[in-house]
């Protein structure tokens, strides 16, 4: 009897969970998959609004001789490759100095450092872009320094505009990391810090031998996310040099948004440049997984 009643209970227990998973699945199937899969049709056509045509892999050959979406693609490439190892190195060093329990006002320190990801894309882009003006506070510090004898032109000048698209995505979000670095270093056992003191390691061979390899899948996690993070980098480039000058610092997510919204629409190709991304992520992310993956696995 008491068997049967246990069968009974499983039995109902399965089919509540059955129906979430199918309340789940549907959702996800109705706002993930199938607009992916319907972004994946339209790459493959052309023309706009309903009036959509099959044109086969018409799209993706023109992106071999479209300048701008080379500019766009070598742009974002640069912001990866520049960008994520100094915030990932930032955020790693941040969290093990925050992490020193003879720190004074440690929560203050974290908590002024995790903000700038809190805030507004929009309101800190905005900052940004005053600070860095012709007239702001950052070219007039380094004038009465006399480190430049005349403004940086921070937005129009090509070089220092990504210069300044690379800071802003640093600044903002370097804090983030920092926050999984920290739980991180707060679950690692002291006393294994306290054995290599005994034994004579600096602080250096600590960080270097210890505390980056005990780290290894949050640094490992962390880095792929900042790398799609980047790969869809929009707001800050669209909000602080709108792309310019001259394509300087568009990124393929405002060169998509531009071809949707900005150009004369064209919905197919911005769909198959979409999917670059989409492939650029898959790709980085088996590379990341290979080189920073457990070989044991």
């Keep these: 009897m008491s068997r049967k009643k246990n069968l009974e209970m499983s ?39 309903n009036n959509l045509k099959f044109n086969g892999i018409q799209n993706y050959q023109r992106m071999l001789t479209d300048s701008t979406f080379i500019k766009s693609l070598t742009n974002t490439l640069l912001y990866l490759v ?18 020193d329990k003879n720190l004074k006002f440690s929560g ?21 872009k005053s600070i860095f003006a012709a007239d702001g506070i950052v070219n007039k510090l380094l004038l009465n320094l006399h480190l430049i004898s005349d403004p940086i032109q921070w937005v129009t000048d090509p070089l220092f505009a990504k ?3 690379i800071v802003a995505i640093t600044w903002r979000w370097t804090g983030y990391n920092m926050i999984f670095f920290l739980s991180g270093l707060q679950n690692i056992d002291p006393s294994i810090y306290e054995a290599a003191e005994i034994d004579g390691a600096s602080t250096f061979k600590k ?9 290894k899948p949050i640094i490992l996690f962390t880095t792929i996310t ?12 669209q909000n602080i040099t709108q792309g310019g000058p001259a394509n300087a610092t568009t990124t393929i997510s405002q ?6 919204f900005k150009f004369s629409p064209n919905f197919g190709y911005a769909a198959a440049v979409s999917f670059i991304i989409v492939i650029l992520i898959i790709i980085l992310s088996l590379i990341q997984f290979k080189v920073g993956g457990d070989k044991n696995d």
């Design 226 to 237: 900042s790398t799609i993070g980047t790969l869809q980098l929009f707001d800050e480039v």
């Design 108 to 128: 203050f320190f974290r908590t002024a450092i995790f903000l700038p990801c809190v805030t507004s894309l929009v309101a800190y882009s905005m900052v940004m």
């Design 163 to 165: 210069i300044l698209i």
């Design 11 to 49: 039995s109902g227990a399965n089919r509540w969970g059955w129906f979430f998973v199918s309340l789940s699945t549907i959702l996800i199937s109705i706002f993930v998959f199938y607009p992916m899969i319907q972004a994946l049709l339209t790459s493959f056509q052309s023309g706009s609004g």
């Design 255 to 260: 060169y998509i948004y531009n071809l949707s």
């Design 207 to 215: 960080f270097t031998s210890m505390t980056v390899p005990l780290l």
């Design 82 to 99: 520049c960008q994520v190892p100094i915030m990932i190195l930032l955020a790693l060093i941040i969290a093990a100095v925050l992490n």
